[in-house]
């Protein structure tokens, strides 16, 4: 009867584990010792001591724990093919004849591509004609569609909702941010963690190690003179129970989920030495134009002296601005036709370089600029009034003729409506917030104030930028700067942890940051640092767990309590099983944060407008935003968003005219 169980186990092994055995064949020929051969010599040595049965046994889990290692590790390969696979093959290239159906990567930059409603965009462009809904989830993570018109950038295997559209293409089939974000995944996983490499390290020696010590103790007997069989069949269960598979499972498997979940979140993670470097922040520090704010200048409010009106003070300037390239400039201009003003006919324009602009209008000469450039001129300046600006955190511009100074306009850049949530969110975390900006100091202050940022540092060059990460360097354990990449590479290059807001700023920085936000939702910061911690918890949950029963297996073998398939089945394929179960709730990771339209916090409307007595002005202000109609007043725009993300501001005016008391409408 023994002899048939002895048969019978070889056919089982020659029928479930020819896979283990070409391996373990595989692995003697490049001179590797690894788990496949430690289970071939278990399961052939047990046949010696008539355990056959149990040395097939053990093989045949072991061949299982293999096989659902493969189903795993082809699941994360799947997911960055499927990455690949988002964009479709074909393209409409807009021809001489009509639409002409052509393969994706036969299109060039500058091509015209046409998109169907409910067909997926091929190819990373700019629309051209046209205009509709996108659902960007696919890159951005981001589940509400996004309405995009002539001038905006579209991303490959964005989904057309409901018109058709043109785009002029803008990168090739091979680099688009699809195209990326895949190639940054694959290369990410040779980016080694500190934990990888140091089990990598650990597995070389401990597996000769387990051999010796096996060896060791099936030949205690010897020495002892104590029961053969036993003592070597005790050998053998150590053999197998201190097989590293698990441990060296514990780390990749984590770090490839997570980085595929970063990526299906819009997050490009570029190397697992950046998922296990958010350990080390202390400190994040933030550029302000561009990531903290929308870099989308608007007009806060006007001041107007000596008899002029706002309205003519907004036409003269906007007349002379529309002859200007300056950013400040197409500011006064877009709020001039906003308003429906004509614009006036300039003569003998002038550019003075770093202060501003000249020019007559009906032959008379008027001044836009500065407050040092407008003190040139000896006018009497209402101090109490710009000071009052600049303390809010708005750029006065000023405008003026021959005689007088005929008005003040406050300019400020547009705060991002995930600004508040991130910053609340990392304070929550323990993280300390900076501000670094080359912009005016009373400027960033305010901008510091408004989202309750640690500290904030203002008028600093891109070189004083650089020095001042130094310093953070020394003062904290670890700094991560966040920037749109353009000009804060050099930042984002020194920093622990640099971080890039933006699509834009993709192809810039994807050499210089660590990670990518592909969109401009300062929130999927803090996905990646939930993320981060999470992964890094798998991974220490899955180490002390494989040590802890590998050696509480050890001792019980040693004792004579462990038994050959017990030890492979829980000690081996069951613990593996339950570190690849673990590291995939990685997966199940859901933002707690609600997604936030800006279209719900805009108003459509440009103006305020009485109609009983005609007077317009522009909606104003608060926390660096528009405010929102409520019913029949104005609110601030942080009290539409939930109280659970963050503070509320309870801010409210009523739409009643200054001057008559009617009731003013938003136009």
């Keep these: 009867m023994i002899i048939v169980d002895q048969i019978l186990a070889i056919v089982s092994i020659f029928l479930s584990s020819s896979s283990v055995v070409k391996e373990a064949i595989e692995n003697i020929k490049n001179k590797k010792i690894t788990a496949n051969i430690l289970m071939i010599i278990a399961a052939i040595a047990s046949f010696f001591i008539l355990h056959g049965q149990e040395g097939a046994t053990a093989l045949l889990l072991y061949a ?12 994360s390969r799947n997911a960055i093919k499927e990455l690949l696979e988002l964009a479709p093959d074909y393209a409409l290239l807009k021809t001489e004849n009509g639409y002409q159906n052509v393969p994706s990567k036969e299109i060039k930059i500058g091509n015209i591509v046409g998109i169907k409603p409910g067909m997926k965009v091929p190819l990373d462009g700019v629309i051209v004609k046209g205009s509709s809904y996108f659902d960007e989830s696919a890159i951005t993570g981001e589940s509400v569609p996004v309405f995009k018109k002539d001038g905006d950038g579209i991303f490959a295997a964005s989904l057309n909702s409901d018109s058709f559209v043109d785009i002029e293409v803008t990168r090739e089939s091979t680099n688009t941010i699809v195209a990326q974000i895949a190639e940054s995944v694959k290369i990410a996983q040779l ?49 197998v129970v201190s097989c590293p598979c698990a441990l060296t499972l514990s780390t990749p498997l984590a770090n490839i989920a997570s980085l595929t979940k970063q990526a299906r979140e819009g997050i490009l993670v570029k190397g697992n030495k950046f998922i296990e470097k958010i ?40 007349s002379l601005e529309a002859l200007s390239e300056h950013p400040i400039g197409k500011t006064i201009v877009k709020q001039a036709k906003d308003m429906d003003l004509s614009f006036q006919t300039v003569d003998n324009f002038e550019v003075i370089k770093g202060k501003g602009i ?38 006065p511009i000023l405008l003026g003729n021959e005689q007088n100074l005929l008005g003040i306009f406050s300019i400020r850049d547009v705060l991002r409506v995930s600004a508040p949530i991130l910053i609340n969110g990392l304070k929550r975390r323990g993280y300390e917030t900076i501000l670094i900006s080359g912009d005016n100091q009373r400027v960033c202050n305010s901008i510091g104030a408004c989202l309750d940022i640690d500290h904030t540092y ?4 891109p070189n004083q930028k650089l020095q001042k990460i130094q310093e953070l360097k020394k003062q904290y354990k670890g700094v991560a700067m966040v920037g749109d990449g353009i000009n804060d590479a050099p930042a984002l290059a020194l920093s622990d942890l640099g971080i890039a807001i933006g699509a834009s700023a993709a192809d810039i920085t994807l050499k210089t940051a660590d990670i990518i936000i592909i969109n401009d939702d300062l929130k999927k910061v803090l996905t990646y640092v939930d993320i981060a911690k999470k992964t890094n ?9 494989s040590i802890i ?23 081996d394929m069951g613990l593996s099983l339950a570190i690849m179960l673990n590291s995939m709730t990685i997966f199940r990771y859901k933002i707690l944060y609600k997604e936030v339209s800006t279209e719900e916090l805009e108003n459509k409307a440009k103006l305020v407008i009485c109609k009983n ?28 968003l939930s109280s659970e993300e963050l503070e509320t501001c309870d801010e409210e005016l009523p739409l009643h005219c200054p001057y008559c008391q009617n009731k003013m409408e938003l136009k």
Excluded at 552 to 557: D, E, K, Q, R, Y
Excluded at 559 to 565: A, R
Excluded at 624 to 634: A, F, I, P, S, T
């Design 64 to 75: 299982i724990a293999e096989r659902l290692e493969e189903i795993t590790a082809d699941k």
């Design 191 to 239: 980016n080694k963690s500190e934990h990888e490499r140091f089990i990598e390290k650990f597995a070389r020696y401990y597996t000769p190690i387990i051999i010796l010590s096996s060896i060791f103790v099936m030949f205690v007997p010897l020495i002892f003179s104590l029961n053969f069989y036993d003592w070597f069949y005790r050998g053998l269960v150590l053999l």
């Design 279 to 318: 350990q080390d922040i202390d400190v994040f520090a933030f550029d302000k134009t561009g990531t903290l704010t929308e870099g989308n200048l608007k007009l806060f409010d006007i001041f107007n002296y000596n008899g002029a009106s706002k309205s003519n003070i907004i036409s003269i300037a906007a």
């Design 358 to 395: 000249k020019g007559k209008i009906n032959g008379e000469l008027f001044y836009v600029g500065s407050k040092k450039f407008i003190q040139e001129l000896n006018y009497e300046l209402p101090n109490d009034d710009i000071k009052e600006i600049e303390e809010s955190g708005t750029i």
């Design 458 to 461: 203002g008028e600093y060059l």
């Design 537 to 545: 918890r798998k991974i220490k949950q899955n180490i002390w767990t």
């Design 549 to 571: 029963i590998k050696v509480s297996f050890a001792v019980l073998t040693v004792m004579g309590l462990m038994n050959l398939w017990f030890a492979v089945g829980i000690g």
């Design 613 to 640: 007595c005609e007077t317009k002005n522009i909606i104003p202000q608060h926390h660096g935003r528009d405010m929102v109609q409520k019913e029949d007043k104005l609110v601030c725009w942080k009290n539409i």
